[in-house]
């Protein structure tokens, strides 16, 4: 978003754009310096309507102070005590809440504020016509306690629901812009501390946006240090802890740690349990846990079993079936020698001839068939033997490639067993090998747990306290970027400040000196460049005053009058800044400690103020109307009238319409003036009259359109002729005078354009006048018409 280049966010992004800064850099300025205030559209601009007073400081009965919505300098006059103050302080109060007068007053004067004369609650209401509505909008402020805070405000929009009154956007800009000022703030401007005239100063450039884009940043600044500064001051307590812990766990982390260049991640990793750092001793530790050895059930089983095959074993030797056994098998080798040698029949073992025959190998076949049935339960007695053995063998495995030395020599006894062919020594020595490899085991088992017990147990500490530090240390690596931005801010907010600032003076300098020279009126004392220097504590406003030529102390050699027309000349110019969004201005007893001169001047600048704003001054003192009535400056006069029981109420004091009314009705009433004078000045009169009801819905029609208030009086100043200004009036345009003259004749009757010919003519020359009274009671009632559009 782009802002105007002339306001100081339109100064301030035009300076970061020609900077070279990094798009996150200039992104964070523009964060800091709060551009989210300006993007989200300027305040609505509006005039003062009127403002309805009941029960507030001097005024009890409700009172109302009718204002002319536009541009134009309005005196609100009357003596001390009638209540005009009453009404300047209400406006303010109804806008802001506030009231610079009270602030730092005891609390008699913050809880004094309600009228003695009146018993309902105080309400304050003022109208406003907002541009670009036709219709006024109201800001109520009401009361229910007894201290001057304790209020709420609403405000009323044309065709919308009330709301809050902060919800128009004003806020920032109250005291950015303030379009209050009163006689005591006068005083405290000039003498207040320099660093309180420093801010009064530079709240209206916006430069204290900048400082307090400094304080954000300096405080970021902290933010992001103290994460640093929390990891850095919590390692060394950390690196201690874990060089106390016999863990290799530990160790890793304190190797990750320490040097300048730290592992972050494995650090991390550790204390999450994710490293495989622990491969060695913790590895070693958790096998030695895991480490069962034989089986001993098993192992006792086969033992008892092989037990038990043995005895069947040596059971079935003495028995007829091992007999049998035997001679079935000499008969089977008999037999296999008869078969392999058929043709021999004598006996290989006793020589005898005709022994073996067909014969006895039928006999003899049938014999070792029937030896072998009898000898198979000693068969079955020897295979179980075997197979226990080899079961018992089976249950005998290789100790573990890592195992420790104080059990492999145990480990190596029960392997050992493997190499047994006694059965009974198998059994023996493998049940009782096993029982201890199995209590090995056990005791290396529960010692092992132990210790990773123990180790796990100090790790477990550990570890929460490395996962704390992790989370400093990765806070402090995720602020080290941002960090780096928020230096690179801070050293170009630092040298573009005094730009800046020169920069934003340099309008309202020229301001302050144009407005002293009218203000100073005959003082010797000159005011050059005012410039703003120094920061922090030793912030302040120079004044470059000179006295006849002579360079001076601003404040030791000049009068009040010139401290306080002093003031005003470094008040005044924020009103005409473009980024001000108020149009309108209160100023609250501006005269008091002025000499004439310096009224003649004051009365000048107000006037020239009042081209362009709303210009509403509360006066007890009467010079300053005097001031603007002989130097011929136009002002709406309002007087304010206080009565018993603080009754007020108001009255004109000088409406242009009535004032030139009341001027012709005393022409046409005195007696003897001649009758070509009254042909020269009453036709003058009569359009001055007209001239100035035709302003008000001329204005009201523009402001309506949403005609900027620049616009509006550029249209109205074009309207030369009271028929232009008639034109705008109805139109919006000068260039219809016919149109506007036809279309007033339908609306008032056809001697209406007839009665404006007249004044316009009588303007230039001078017109017979056949009724004077006629005439202006023709132009009064047509001038209330007109104001009526």
Known sequence: MTSDPESFLGLFQAKLAESGLAPQVRELLLETIGTATAASGPAPRAYL????????????????????PGPGLTLVTGRNGSGKSSFAEAIEIALTGDNARWRGRTDIWRKSWRNLHHGADPQIAVELLVEGDSEPTSVLRTWHGQDVADSTAELQRPTADPIPLAELGWDQDMVTYRPFLSYSELGQMIGGKPSEMYDAVASILGLEQLTDATKKLQLLARELEASTKAATAALPELLQRLASVDDPRAQAALSALEG????????????????????????????????????????????ARLREALAAAEDAKSSSAEEARRRAELLDRALVHYRAHPELDACPVCGSLGRLDVTWAEAAAEQVLLLRAEAEAAEEARRELNAASTALRHLITPPPAWLDPSIAAAWDDWLACRSLTEAAELAARAESAARIVVDACRITREEAAKRLTDQDDAWRDCAGALATWLDKASAAQAAKPRLAQVKAAQKWLKTVHDEVRAERMRPIAHQAQVIWEQLRQQSNVTLGPVQLSGSGTQRKVALDVSVDEIDAPALGVMSQGELHSLALSLFLPRTLLAENPFPFLIIDDPVQSMD??????????LSYLAQTRQVIVFTHDTRLPQSLKYQRLPATIIDVIRREHSQVHTRSGDDPVKQALRDAKALARTRDVPADVVARVLPGLCR???????????????????????????RIGKARKITELASVALYGVADRPREALGDLDRAFGEATSALIRWCNKGAHEAVPVQDAEAVITRTTELARKVRAL
């Open 49 to 68: 309507q009127s403002v309805t007073v009941g029960g507030f400081r001097g005024i009890g009965r409700t009172a109302r102070l009718a204002l002319t």
């Open 260 to 303: 300048p260049s730290k592992d972050l991640d494995r650090a991390a990793a550790l204390a999450s349990g994710l490293t495989a750092a622990d491969e060695t001793e913790l590895a070693e530790l958790r096998r030695r846990t895991d480490l069962t050895g034989p089986d001993l059930g098993a192992v006792t089983a086969a033992a």
């Open 596 to 605: 004439p001169a310096k009224v003649d001047g004051l009365a000048l600048v």
């Open 688 to 714: 001055t009259a007209l001239e100035a009801a035709l302003l008000e819905p001329a204005r009201r029609r523009l402001l309506a359109a949403a005609v900027p208030h620049v616009e509006v009086e550029h």
